[in-house]
């Protein structure tokens, strides 16, 4: 019954295409003529509503998002109510296919993609207006499923979400239908819904002077709404040491707007598989293209990182801590395994003063710098938001001349319209100044590396920093195998692996000096191919990789930049996720496996088309379940392949575990894997 409403809809819309003035739009993706994802935008009522169907020559139509609400509340007017008229404009771009519908002084655009649809509004007005409020409506079925991650506050029970638009952006997925969301509880996106036998995944794309986007359930229902961090009025500094905005009190309207503009867009990716939502690039697609001339100067690479740690040395003639002689040493160790960068993470500058010009005594940056460069490995430096914010241009300037190349940043904790300014800022500045940023603390990534490509990386994760912390009840596993399918589809993530105390389920303890993951050896090794990270920390102490050289050589030559070259080839979301990545240019191939809480075997299949030098294998051992540290390295005899059937290996994945394959030689650029 429900397909045949849609298709009576869509006769409706084709009849008031045909016959009188045009009441809606719909787009349809031409890449694919037998199968479409269709978006409607209708306002025969005088109302806008947008819809979406998955458009199958050979099963017919389906409702993917039932007619819901848009609309702008300003300060001049409602935008999406009160329609007499509109003018349509067609747009066919290289990769998908749009329209512009105009309504006087504002308009909204659709586009339909193969792997989704999104829809923006775009302004007219050329003088100062607000934005007092964005209705953006999700409609669904209330027993339609949903993984989603609620901000990291919980409220009382009075549904007032203002103290709940301060947050981390970290935490956990909640597996629940959508009418039992707790409506108390703002949800921060990216998010995925099943809806009958597809998946969605419900994101934004060119978060650019304009809040970011929540998600709520105050009815109980199926249809998710939007909420906007009002702009802020008077922010204090406080928080940690100091470092952090502390809101105060917020206007009545969630942004200021000077002249015409586009706003941000509401993107939904649709996949019939959960791999075709890790695989979707929507969000970058979407973006602005990038704005800097010349972008040879960014360089992704690995980071040795001694937070996580605790400046954790061993069997040293100094006393490890925030010192050069400290940091020399880790210098020392990324030059010798062919590391490109160290982090002076928090300490570096005077605490509790949030002035980045106030370096502590025991601390000599351009020393360090110096020392850095001398063994080709660059210093990144650690920021918190409210001292880097207090004077982005004179830091950048002052740093980048002593040969600085780059900033971790800190505790931005909003994504007001406030917040947002200064991300565009710190990379737009910084870009000037040749300066990587890797954002922490922030709301997940819009596009911004697409516009600003030395905008490097982005937390908003759950990441392992987490386990120097948080209980043996917590349950970091189910999580790691659920990131790639959403928060990971959004773009890069500084999860921060490479843990060398790996614990086994059962044999995990939080340990704030000597940390340790849950899992196995060969699950943070997998980490580096299926997580998308072109700045990648190894996050344990130099001393506990040079015990097991090997290991660390491995890790530290692990690629980064990964995502244009690797592909989710298969998992499902809380289970399992398999990837492959392949450099022609470099000869080289990698298929990982990251596993949830259930042994599971799985078979690796070997591409054809490769001239192999050599196949190395990384899988658990057989102790894995009870020593997480173990783990099996087989080097496989390639000559010995003679019939398709031996070019597939079975590989058993422990409870927590994972597998590597690194496969060497020359690579014939078709179909690697069917890819």
């Known amino acids: 019954m429900r397909r045949l409403f849609a298709i009576f809809t869509l006769l409706i819309f084709a009849i008031g295409a045909t016959y009188g003035q045009d009441r809606s739009v719909h787009i349809d993706c031409h890449l694919y003529p037998w199968l479409s994802n269709r978006i409607i935008l209708d306002w025969s009522d005088g109302t806008l509503r947008w819809s979406v169907y998955r458009v199958d020559k050979h099963s017919g139509y389906e409702e993917v998002i039932a007619p819901s609400r848009l609309a702008m509340t300003t300060d001049r007017g409602v935008w999406g109510e009160g329609i007499e008229s509109a003018e349509v404009e067609r747009i066919d771009g290289e990769k998908y296919d749009g329209a512009i519908i105009n309504f006087g002084d504002y308009s909204v655009e659709l586009r339909s993609h193969v792997d989704g649809v999104a829809y923006r509004f775009i302004s007219t007005i050329e003088s100062d207006y607000m934005i007092i409020d964005e209705l953006a409506e999700f409609s669904f079925d209330g027993e339609d499923n949903a993984w989603i991650p609620y901000v990291n506050y919980r409220p009382d029970a009075t549904s007032d979400y203002a103290t709940q638009f301060e947050t981390s952006f970290e935490n956990t997925y909640t597996y629940t239908s959508l009418k039992d969301i707790d409506w ?45 961090a009002p702009r802020p009025k008077e922010v204090e500094q406080g928080g940690h040491n100091m470092l952090q905005g502390m809101v105060k009190s917020r206007h009545n309207y969630i942004a200021e707007c000077h002249g015409s503009r586009s706003f941000p867009w509401r993107v939904v990716a649709i996949g019939e598989e959960d791999c075709e939502l890790a695989n979707n690039d929507l969000v970058w697609e979407l973006a602005d293209e990038c704005r800097l001339e010349d972008t040879s100067w960014i360089k992704p690479g690995k980071v040795a990182w001694e937070w996580w740690n605790d400046w954790g040395l061993e069997d040293v003639d100094f006393t490890p801590g925030i010192n050069n002689e400290t940091y020399k040493y880790y210098i020392d160790f990324a030059s010798r395994y062919g590391i490109e960068y160290v982090i ?146 959004a773009g890069p993530m500084d999860y921060t692996q490479g843990a060398m105390r790996n614990a086994a389920k059962g044999y995990y303890y939080p340990d704030y000096s000597r940390p340790m993951s849950q899992g196995t050896r060969c699950h943070q090794l997998a980490m580096y191919i299926i997580y998308d990270a072109p700045l990648t920390m190894l996050c344990d102490s130099p001393t506990n990789y040079e015990k097991e050289p090997e290991f660390a050589r491995l890790i530290a030559s692990m690629p980064t930049a990964l995502r244009t070259k690797r592909q989710i080839t298969d998992g499902a979301i ?75 290996i079975d590989v058993d994945m422990a409870a927590g575990g994972g597998y590597l394959m690194v496969i060497k030689g020359k690579i014939t650029p078709v179909s690697i894997n069917g890819l």
């Open 184 to 228: 108390r509880r703002l949800i921060f996106a990216p998010i995925v819904v099943e809806r009958n036998d597809l998946k969605l995944w419900i994101s934004e794309s060119n978060l650019e002077d304009y809040p970011g986007m929540f998600l709520s359930n105050r009815d109980g229902d199926g249809v998710l709404d939007t909420e906007f």
């Open 574 to 648: 809380g289970e399992y996720v398999e990837c492959w990545y392949s450099d022609i240019q470099e000869g080289i191939s990698y298929k990982a496996g990251l596993n949830g809480n259930e042994p599971r075997r799985v078979t690796v299949c070997i591409p054809i088309s490769i001239e192999y030098e050599s196949i190395d294998l990384y899988v658990d051992g057989a102790r894995a379940e009870e020593d997480g540290t173990d783990y099996q390295h087989i080097s496989i005899d390639f000559k010995k392949f003679k019939t398709y059937s031996d070019l597939q």
């Open 344 to 489: 002076l993470d928090e300490g570096w500058a005077v605490k509790g003063e949030a002035d980045l010009y106030n370096v502590v005594p025991e601390i000599d940056v351009k020393e360090l710098v110096d020392y850095a460069a001398e063994r080709n490995v660059g210093i990144i430096l650690w920021a918190g938001y409210w001292a880097l914010n207090r004077d982005i241009e004179g830091l950048c300037k002052h740093y980048s001349e002593m040969g600085v190349k780059g900033w971790k940043v800190d505790f931005l904790d909003r994504d007001d319209q406030e917040m947002v300014e200064f991300v565009y800022d710190v990379a737009e500045i910084a870009a000037k100044y040749h300066m990587l940023v890797d954002y922490h603390g922030v709301y997940k990534p819009t596009g911004l590396n697409r516009t600003y490509p030395n905008a490097i990386n982005f937390e908003g994760v759950h990441g392992l920093e987490t386990m120097k912390w948080l209980g043996a009840e917590h349950d970091q596993i189910t999580y790691d195998v659920t990131l790639p399918f959403i928060r990971g589809a």
